[in-house]
T-cell receptor
Framework: AQKITQTQPGMFVQEKEAVTLDCTYD???????LFWYKQPSSGEMIFLIY??????QNATEGRYSLNFQKARKSANLVISASQLGDSAMYFC?????????????FGIGTKLQVIP | GAVVSQHPSWVICKSGTSVKIECRSL??????MFWYRQFPKQSLMLMAT?????????EQGVEKDKFLINHASLTLSTLTVTSAHPEDSSFYIC????????????FGPGTRLTVL
């Protein structure tokens, strides 16, 4: 079974609008961490946001917020006020366990295109 | 802060030759580094976890004799693709975990390997 599922291969959003990128995960470990990374066409992976399984509040980092619904095992990324520079691949990832050295599994990604 | 570099950024080599890729943490020490490969339009797949001063831990299906990993210092890990073949052509990305206790991996910009 897929540990990380991203069902949107591609998304379009108008500049200045908000967009939600979906991510669901599967684990039986009560301790886990969820990540979102951005990969522009240049290839580097840019860390955006992190949510721990025991965190009570949804994580936020500037224009990025993570809509964490534990019971539904979803960790959607919300980008507010989209900018042209947000056009990129976005990967959801999960680490089973809370130790940094533990393996991180990535989803297949969603390609976001911001339209002027 | 938390900058990771990779060298070279791209390399073209002949089949049968070996290629070494370096991953450096520039402004922090990393006891653990990770090596991923990414095929076009696909997600990142973890190849191995590299710990400073010890042998790397390889994921299932990754040939340790083909992909040699050395993590000789707290700021440098190397991946050597031995006897490279065209099917080894891929985008190789490393990440580093700060020794300070951060639970977030920071990624390098990647190395694009093309084997002719």
């Amino acid at each position: 079974a897929q540990k990380i599922t991203q069902t949107q291969p591609g998304m379009f959003v108008q500049e200045k609008e908000a967009v939600t990128l979906d991510c669901t995960y599967d684990t039986s470990d009560p301790s886990y961490g969820l990540f979102w990374y951005k990969q522009p066409s240049s290839g580097e992976m840019i860390f955006l946001i992190y949510q721990g399984s025991y965190d009570q509040q949804n994580a936020t980092e500037g224009r990025y917020s993570l809509n964490f619904q534990k019971a539904r095992k979803s960790a959607n990324l919300v980008i507010s006020a989209s900018q042209l520079g947000d056009s990129a691949m976005y990967f959801c990832a999960m680490r089973e366990g809370l130790e940094g050295y533990q393996k991180v599994t990535f989803g297949i990604g969603t390609k976001l295109q911001v339209i002027p | 802060g938390a900058v990771v570099s990779q060298h070279p950024s791209w390399v073209i080599c002949k089949s049968g030759t070996s290629v070494k890729i370096e991953c450096r943490s520039l402004d922090f020490q990393a006891t653990t580094m990770f090596w991923y490969r990414q095929f076009p339009k696909q997600s990142l797949m973890l190849m191995a976890t590299s710990n400073e001063g010890s042998k790397a831990t390889y994921e299932q299906g990754v040939e340790k004799d083909k992909f040699l990993i050395n993590h000789a210092s707290l700021t440098l890990s190397t991946l050597t693709v031995t006897s490279a073949h065209p099917e080894d052509s891929s985008f190789y990305i490393c990440s580093a975990l700060p020794a300070s206790g951060s639970d977030t991996q920071y990624f390098g910009p990647g190395t694009r390997l093309t084997v002719l």
